[in-house]
């Protein structure tokens, strides 16, 4: 079974933030077609599934977030910081047919510099295993790489998440460091694990 989930990503965990970082310049970002799911970039008329997935309670413990509900008036606001904040890009995964799965992101994107930060939900439990996943976070690597032309991307993974953590190395991520104890969770503290991947090894690990 492929993951889920990767900690805090994908739900307005920090609104207030988003907010205050964003733009009223919104940008446009291509459908990015694979074998199994598309990429589309996150729409209105997909935030119902974002409030069923962001009031369960399983699916919020994966992603290290705060348990606490969300009204519905809460992740409209968020949608709209989110729409227009250029450091983030969010694309919902859907199916050839058109069933809305879950969100993938690029998060503190900075074209300057060449860098973000991506994260993945995948809501639907009975598409878990699948390689929907795994596809989805492929097809966003070679769009960050190639038509965004970033140089490196990261990302966050929480210790209790083994199957986020393995999706993130199948496709060519290095752990790169720990946050010991950063999370707590459960009634204990978690490990973050830090992952990265840089252009360069991309390239060299994509199939001929």
């Not at 990767?6 to 609104?15: K, L, S, T, V």
């Not at 996150?42 to 119902?48: C, F, M, P, T």
């Not at 250029?86 to 199916?95: M, R």
């Amino acid at each position: 079974m492929e993951a889920p989930l990767q900690i805090g990503r994908g739900f307005p965990e920090r609104m207030h933030e988003v907010e205050a970082r964003s733009s009223q310049t919104s940008r446009r970002f291509p459908v990015i077609q694979g074998d199994l799911i598309r990429l589309w970039p996150l729409e209105r008329h997909d935030l119902l599934k974002n409030y069923q997935w962001a009031n369960d309670r399983e699916l919020a413990r994966f992603a290290g977030m705060n348990p606490s509900p969300r009204s519905v008036l809460e992740i409209e606001r968020w949608f709209e910081g989110v729409a227009n904040n250029p450091e983030i890009q969010i694309f919902s995964i859907k199916t050839a047919e058109g069933d809305y799965l879950g969100n993938i992101e690029l998060r503190e994107l900075d074209l300057r510099c060449g860098h973000a930060e991506i994260g993945i939900l995948l809501g639907e439990r009975a598409w878990w295993g699948r390689g929907c996943g795994t596809e989805a976070l492929r097809l966003l690597l070679a769009f960050a790489f190639q038509d965004l032309r970033l140089h490196r991307l990261s990302a966050r993974v929480l210790e209790s998440n083994p199957r986020a953590l393995h999706c993130f190395e199948k496709c060519g991520f290095l752990r790169e460091g720990i946050e010991r104890e950063a999370h707590y969770q459960d009634g204990r503290f978690w490990d973050v694990h830090l992952l990265g991947l840089l252009a360069s090894e991309w390239e060299c690990s994509r199939p001929a």
